[in-house]
């Protein structure tokens, strides 16, 4: 019983601050995958079926996700009194290592999605073909 009334309590000062508690992505087994790095600040999000699920990083600090059609992940971040969030879509291929960047500014905030290549400078070049999108909720 008292463990009951801590967990309202949780859910209502989580959602006091503006923080969304969401159903956990499990990627179905069969379905061709490939993996984003979580390694950013924030909480990732991937859409599916019309609503933002929470994406769960491995020990490594990646999450599977369907690969070969287009999908939309993105990222919300709360912090100093203000939330920002930015989501992008792009097709992933199966096999491959994306990483998810939320950068934050005073003004706004920007998703971006690299391909993990280690012939690039960087290690990372931008996914071709990745649009803004306004989230699951458009």
Same mark, same amino acid.
Request: charged residues 15%.
């Given at each position: ?5 801590? #967990?309202? $309590?949780?859910?209502? #000062? ?9 159903p956990a ?16 600040s924030?909480? !990732? ?6 609503? !933002? ?14 690969? &070969?059609a287009? #999908?939309?992940? &993105? ?5 100093? &009194? ?5 989501a992008?879509s792009f ?14 500014t005073? !003004?706004?905030?920007v ?8 012939? $690039? ?6 996914? !071709? ?10």
């Amino acid at each position: 019983m008292m463990l009951a009334r801590y #967990l309202v $309590a949780v859910a209502a #000062l989580g959602g006091a601050a503006g923080c969304d508690i969401l159903p956990a992505y499990r990627h179905p087994a069969g379905l061709a995958a490939a993996k984003v790095n979580l390694a950013g600040s924030g909480q !990732e999000w991937i859409c599916t079926h019309g609503r !933002e699920h929470a994406l769960q990083n491995d020990a490594a600090g990646y999450a599977d996700i369907p690969a &070969g059609a287009r #999908l939309t992940v &993105g990222g919300r971040y709360y912090g100093r &009194g203000r939330t920002c969030m930015a989501a992008t879509s792009f097709i992933p291929t199966a096999g491959q290592h994306y990483r998810f960047d939320l950068q934050r500014t005073a !003004e706004h905030c920007v998703a971006t999605v690299y391909i993990e290549d280690p012939h $690039a400078i960087t290690g990372l070049r931008q996914v !071709e073909g990745a649009l803004p999108s306004p989230g699951c909720r458009f």
